[in-house]
């Protein structure tokens, strides 16, 4: 199985200020078919997780555009640009090129 | 819009059997891939068992194969895991999600909890 790693597990950013997770995997995510199937979910306080990047840096509807996503093969980056309040909660990468798919530890941002 | 709505979960003992249920609405059910993914209580993510829109292709996580069983009915727009010989360590919230492909979940319901203990 692909092991997904996340750094850091916890985040305390100041409003406004930027943020950034690591997320390594245990193997390439690039495809055969050139595309790299690793993404990023937020799980929002009491909610269900939701779907923000997709393939590595594409930002799924409705996301805003403060959430950015980077990297390749096996080394790969969320960043957001100025955090707000809306913005806390656990935030997973997974990969999702080979089964069983497998997410990261998680890792939770907090307003400081 | 996109619904996903679980149901099915509760209380059950070590070793019993419940049967989840996710019924979906708006969206072409039988065109989709759909997953179900849990979640430990104060844990992170683990993806569980998919199966394709035609219902003839399964995966499931090496943890539940041949205890949980996932199916869909394409005419009900419902989908579903039977799962058997429950353990205390299959105590999660069990979510359903669409699959859009390559494992990107883009719809998920609001999970159902199931909780194993005597």
């Known amino acids: 199985d692909i092991v997904m790693t996340q750094t850091p597990l916890s985040l305390s950013v100041p409003p406004g200020q930027p943020a950034s997770i690591s997320c390594k995997s245990s193997q390439s995510l690039l495809h055969s078919d050139g595309k790299t199937y690793l993404y990023w979910y937020l799980q929002k306080p009491g909610q269900s997780p939701q779907l923000l990047i997709y393939?590595?840096?594409s930002r799924f509807s409705g996301v805003p555009d403060r959430f950015s996503g980077s990297g390749s093969g096996t080394d790969f980056t969320l960043k957001i640009s100025r955090v707000e309040a809306e913005d806390v909660g656990v935030y997973y990468c997974?990969?999702?090129?080979?089964?069983?798919?497998?997410f990261g530890q998680g890792t939770k941002v907090e307003i400081k | 819009e996109v619904q996903l709505v679980e149901s099915g979960g509760g209380l059950v003992q070590p070793g019993g059997s419940l049967r989840l249920s996710c019924a979906a609405s708006?969206?072409?059910?039988?065109?989709?891939?759909m997953s179900w993914v849990r979640q430990a209580p104060g844990k992170g993510l683990e993806w569980v068992a998919s199966i394709n829109g035609d219902g003839s292709v399964r995966h499931y996580v090496d943890s539940v194969k041949g205890r949980f069983t996932i199916s869909k009915d394409n005419a009900e727009n419902s989908l579903y895991v039977q799962v058997n010989s429950l353990r205390a360590e299959d105590t999660a919230v069990y979510y359903c999600?669409?699959?859009?492909?390559?494992?990107?979940?883009?719809?998920w319901g609001q999970g159902t909890l199931v909780t194993v203990s005597s």
């Open positions: 999600a669409r699959d859009i492909g390559f494992g990107r979940y883009d719809n």
């Open positions: 997974m990969q999702g090129i080979h089964l069983p798919h497998t």
């Open positions: 708006g969206f072409t059910f039988r065109s989709y891939y």
């Open positions: 393939g590595v840096a």
